[in-house]
RNA sequence: GCGCCUGUAGCUCAGUGGAUAGAGUACAAGUUUCCGGAACUUGGGGUCGGAGGUUCGAAUCCUCUCAGGCGCGCCA
């Protein structure tokens, strides 16, 4: 679009001048005076000194301009202040490239980034012993709608729930229920909540099973009536629960622990085996086979199986697996990574953390637990909220952010959710075509297109040229995000947009506009913000009201 | 003690080297013969936790420091 052809001219500038290939940052100024585009480089040009040329920021402005000669698309270029270089876009440009919003439909806003490669989001892969919590619903929202825009820039993307079905804490859920029922002594560490009580009723006839082979039964129990549910209705269906359980079944942790031994990164010492994390800058080595001596009996530590699920993963050929992790594994980050580079996929492994969700009851703080049985699940959410002010909600805070959370004031708050200010505006949308008599989507074909000569220049308004300077920006944005995964600009982008639509809407009227012309075009920018704004929610799994 | 995250308007948060630091909300005052007022307009409100430093330029980078969160197991 018009940014990578300002880019590229641009470059083409600077190759003629014989500067250096730096990357040239293109913004977007808030400030209208400063132009449509807007462009730092000869600020950093400067800097570099190269050689023995050394010019004023304003001087190297100056010089890229004359080597830019006109450019037919701008209506004005110049050099201000320090030595910024700021664009004018000529308005029937600006609104001819709504002809390719049209073409692309529901297709807007993808790029090709990925060339096809796989990556796998791996995120919840919450403990399948209690149900999933306000926190599990964060890391949901943020990896389902990052694998959606990793999809849309090309990628082909797996959503993985990897499953804890087995070791200490299937073990304690199954003590946890055979003590709610009064067949094992009750101890600190066991699951408490009413679901534990549930479980102890439902399964009474299995109460004579050990703790292990009970836990096995009920984890799959909740992972397919509690977590598999409660994902589907925020809207998140994963293509693979994988199985810890199943690593052992497969004999894949013998074959990871093996292999890092075969690599020289597994040594045993005082009966344990230990993979020697200090070589990847950890600050001690990790055990991998716990000792007899040490825990009572020889089994391996989540941590091998961990290894050995990533090895498993990584070896189908995936580009990259980003992990969402809440940030209490942040000290897990380092032997992870350094156990994935000693079996050879160094860097593929890419690690979001995101920060507690706090809870607040009755302006106090609750501690989350599931042990204590203290936290809000993600079914309690549901019930006070709807799935699309959930998504937004949770999507609105960039991962590093420390949520605090008021479930009492949840149902009220949820009013002033801006996810209905945005549906807000998509209804309005959707309202205009339907009384012109448009379909939800046309193509450019189809209808005149405001690309077609006359029809272009029609739209000058400074609230139209705004909305379509927004408009335009998407597939940057989503390509952006594909790389730095910041998959909360989204709401902002969608809360931005609807406010530019909302102050078109006051200031333009669209059916009884001035002139026939005027209407048509106007028209075509409203069903151009519509799919615009549709793809936005539909990558963010908001759904896009026609009417509320 | 060490490591990571956070500290920006009354409140909730954007903003990771650029121009006069933004948005929502709250508060105040306005706007409907006309496409949905769940909207729009205007206004007040800031020592960007603090102190030094680097730079033409710092909320942003570096050092120190204060406050809060999380972690530091042969748990997961």
């Known amino acids: 679009m018009l940014k990578q052809q300002l880019l590229k001219d641009l470059r083409k500038a600077m190759e003629v001048m014989d500067y250096p290939a730096t990357d040239i940052v293109l913004s977007t100024p808030e ?26 920021p304003q001087e190297i402005a100056k010089q890229i301009l004359s080597h830019l000669g006109d450019l037919s698309y701008l209506s004005k270029a110049e050099v201000v ?5 700021n664009f004018f876009i000529k308005p029937e440009v600006l609104s001819g490239q709504l002809a390719e919003i049209l073409e692309k439909g529901e297709d807007f806003g993808k790029n090709e980034l990925g060339k096809g490669e796989k990556i796998q989001v791996e995120f919840i892969s919450a403990n399948p012993t209690g149900p999933l919590t306000l926190a599990n619903g964060r890391g949901g929202a943020i990896g389902d709608t990052l694998a959606n825009v990793l999809s849309w820039s090309g990628y082909k993307v797996g959503r993985e729930y990897y499953v804890n079905d087995t070791g200490n804490q299937v073990r304690n859920l199954g003590e946890s229920v055979l003590a709610a029922a009064g067949k094992a002594e009750a101890k600190e560490e066991h699951y408490r909540g009413e679901y534990i009580k549930d479980l102890a009723e439902k399964f009474k006839d299995k109460l004579d099973l050990d703790p292990q082979s009970l836990g096995h039964l009920l984890a799959d129990y909740l992972l397919d009536s ?3 549910p409660a ?8 293509d693979e629960f994988y199985s810890e359980r199943s690593l052992y079944e497969r004999n894949l942790i013998e074959k990871a622990a093996e292999l890092l031994k075969e690599k020289g990164f597994a040594y045993e010492n005082e009966g344990a085996l230990w993979f020697a994390s200090t070589k990847f800058g950890d ?8 000792s007899e001596g040490g825990r009572g009996r020889a089994e391996p530590t989540y941590f091998l199986a961990d290894i050995a699920h990533h090895f498993d993963v990584l070896g189908r050929g995936y580009l990259k697996k980003i992990n969402i992790w809440g940030a209490d594994h942040h000290g897990y980050e380092t032997r992870l990574k350094g ?44 019930e006070a909220v709807d799935k699309d002010a959930a998504r937004f ?8 952010s420390h949520i605090d959370f008021n479930l009492d004031l949840a149902k009220e708050q949820s009013n002033k959710n801006p996810v209905f200010y945005v549906q807000y505006a998509h209804a309005r949308m959707s309202n205009i075509l339907k009384k012109a008599g448009e379909k939800p989507i046309d193509s450019c074909k189809a209808r005149p297109c405001p690309a077609r000569p006359g029809l272009a220049g029609q739209l000058s308004h400074p609230a139209e040229l705004a909305l379509i300077k927004h ?18 600009k989204l709401t902002f982008y969608a809360t931005k947009l609807a406010d530019l639509f909302h102050k078109f809407y006051e200031s333009c009227r669209v059916l009884n506009a001035e002139t026939e012309g005027l209407k048509e075009a106007r028209l075509a920018l409203v069903l151009t913000a519509k799919i615009t704004l549709g793809n936005t929610l539909s990558l963010l799994g908001v759904s896009a009201p026609e009417r509320m």
């Open 31 to 56: 400030n209208k005076a400063h132009g449509d585009y807007s462009t730092n480089i000869a600020l950093q040009l400067s800097k570099l000194k190269s050689g023995n040329r050394k010019h004023s």
């Open 81 to 85: 202040g320090p030595g910024f270089l």
């Open 226 to 228: 509690e977590i598999k």
């Open 231 to 238: 994902a589907l209705r925020i809207g998140i269906k994963f």
């Open 283 to 290: 600050e001690k080595d990790r055990v991998l086979m716990t």
């Open 339 to 382: 156990a994935v580079a000693a079996l050879g996929f160094e860097g593929k492994v890419d690690i979001i953390f995101m920060q507690m969700v706090k809870l607040f009851r009755g302006g106090v703080e609750v501690k989350m637990s599931k042990r204590a049985g203290t936290y809000v699940t993600l079914d309690e959410l549901l």
């Open 393 to 400: 909600f949770f999507l609105m805070y960039s991962p590093e």
């Open 471 to 488: 408009l335009v920006q998407l597939p940057d944005l989503v390509e952006g995000i594909a790389q730095d995964y910041q998959v909360h």
